[in-house]
């Protein structure tokens, strides 16, 4: 089925230029400089045009360079993908530098207008091609449904009142929601079906979820190493983990029962690159990092990561594009902004443990009989294993935090890739230049503008300055509760609902 972030993205190898450059040697990734809300550079960021992909050669037959190059270097098939998309986006990004500058202003617009009547036809009406996506209906629901909160369209009475409903059919009786009528309930869907009731936000909608059945769910889906399965039966890992907790935290259900042992389990994903990877020993990914850091903000134990690392791996993940990979040597991806701009916005409010753990007095080696950073082998520190944790909180006060440092990324050529490269004239946005548009990625890559027209402001009661939103002011998108990716206006008021039962 499709996953919470369709962890695994296809990609490419990243192309080596060069004959001499060991062959051994990791090749890495140039990023993007951190800007405090300053333009890109003022030429396209391929430094010089890239040559066709076609006057490259091809891999001779049977793996071995050709007898008359024998100098040449050999392309793997995603080097080839890698050295296309760099191409395509810099045609791009060409025309942007040689434009007027209101033919600019023109080419940096989001199309509200457009992407509003893609996003509200897919919620009345979907073609049959969409019945591979049967088992993902919440999410299909949550892919429209946010982004329109994003661009501040209110949906009608009626609509809200329709995917309610259909939401409803979709909780089981045993607690949870599964991804259509009668379907098994799954951890995934649960998210996506929660996060859709917060964002309509209406007192039908955030009532009809059965907190106490779904705690009861949660609790069984709670596999003994302290993190969770996916469904009954289902895989264990980072994604599972973060959904329960999204989830418990939003509606106020998080207890010691259900965080003990998750902490410890997402410490043991991240890797030596830096970030974190689905389950212990598997490759770092960008997916998996955010869920693995977010979970860990809400449960307050984020110290059990190497930050400085997991930022550095962050980082380096924003390429030439502008855009964001999911993993290292894989192609840019839309949606990306968000799973990888989002965890690095995360680290600019966690500045204190990052300068804590640089310090050269600072260790995280494993104490007998503790775990990781000095927690107790239940993956909780004394004062966190009271029953009385008030752990909702945990997302609210870190919500009202101020930034403490600016943008760790360059906010504004992450905006230019999503306006430029991403959206789609017709409405709707996609992966890259060359891509189809989908729900999906429209929904993230309008939640990683959002999240990246905001990590410049320092006060979080303030809003960004025009410097830091690229293309007309208009283009600004409402702001985001980043653990949850749900509309800020739509957290608060979950919050206060889900306070008072």
Not at 75 to 86: A, R, S, Y
Not at 223 to 229: M, N, Q
Not at 406 to 432: S, T, W
């Amino acid at each position: 089925m499709v996953r919470l972030n369709r962890l695994s993205r296809g990609g490419s190898a990243r192309p080596q230029h060069t004959a001499a450059r060991s062959r051994n040697r990791r090749p890495q990734q140039t990023r993007a400089q951190p800007s405090g809300g300053g333009p890109p550079p003022a030429s396209a960021p391929p430094a010089a045009p890239m040559e066709d992909s076609s006057q490259q050669p091809p891999p001779p037959a049977g793996g071995e360079v050709a007898a008359a190059d024998p100098e040449l270097p050999r392309l793997t098939v995603t080097q080839v993908e890698q050295m296309k998309v760099e191409a395509r986006v810099a045609d791009i990004y060409r025309v942007l530098f040689g434009a007027a500058p209101n033919t600019k202003s023109i080419m940096l617009e989001l199309w509200r207008d457009q992407h509003i009547e893609y996003l509200t036809h897919g919620l009345r009406h979907l073609g049959p091609n969409f019945h591979v996506l049967d088992a993902n209906r919440p999410w299909l629901c949550y892919w429209m449904v946010h982004p329109l909160a994003l661009l501040d369209e209110v949906l009608d009475d009626d609509l809200d009142d329709d995917i309610v409903d259909f939401l409803a059919q979709c909780q089981d009786k045993d607690g949870g929601y599964g991804g259509g009528p009668g379907q098994l309930p799954h951890l995934a869907t649960t998210y996506a079906a929660v996060n859709t009731l917060v964002t309509i936000g209406s007192e039908r909608a955030l009532s009809s979820i059965n907190r106490d059945k779904l705690y009861k769910f949660m609790l069984r889906m709670k596999d003994e190493s302290g993190a969770f399965r996916m469904h009954d039966g289902g895989e264990i890992d980072v994604r599972a983990s973060y959904t329960a907790i999204s989830v418990a935290s939003l509606v106020n259900i998080l207890d010691v029962e259900l965080a003990k042992g998750v902490g410890d389990y997402i410490a043991r994903c991240q890797t030596y690159e830096g970030g974190i990877a689905g389950e212990p020993y598997a490759e770092a990914h960008g997916g998996y990092t955010f869920c693995g850091l977010a979970a860990l903000i809400l449960l307050n134990e984020a110290e059990k990561l190497d930050l400085p690392s997991l930022i550095d791996w962050v980082a380096f993940r924003q390429g030439v594009e502008c855009g964001f990979q999911g993993r290292t040597n894989k192609l840019v991806d839309g949606c990306y902004s968000f799973w990888q701009g989002a965890a690095i916005a995360l680290t600019q409010k966690l500045v204190m443990i990052v300068d804590e753990q640089l310090k050269p007095s600072y260790s995280c080696k494993k104490p007998s009989g503790e775990d990781a950073c000095g927690a107790s082998s239940s993956g909780s520190t004394s004062e966190k294993s009271s029953s009385a944790v008030d752990y909702a909180k945990f997302g609210f006060d870190f919500i009202q935090r101020s930034n403490q440092i600016g943008p760790l990324f360059h906010n504004i050529a992450l905006q230019q890739y999503i306006l430029l490269c991403a959206q789609v004239l017709e409405g709707g946005l996609r992966d890259k230049p060359g891509k189809s548009r989908d729900h999906y990625h429209s929904c993230y890559c309008l939640s990683g503008l959002s999240v990246s027209q905001y990590s410049a402001i320092t006060d979080s009661d303030s809003c960004p300055l025009p410097q830091h939103v690229l293309g007309p002011y208009s283009n600004l998108l409402e702001p985001i509760h980043p653990l949850y990716n749900v509309v800020l206006d739509k957290y608060h008021t979950a919050y206060e609902f889900f306070s008072k039962e």
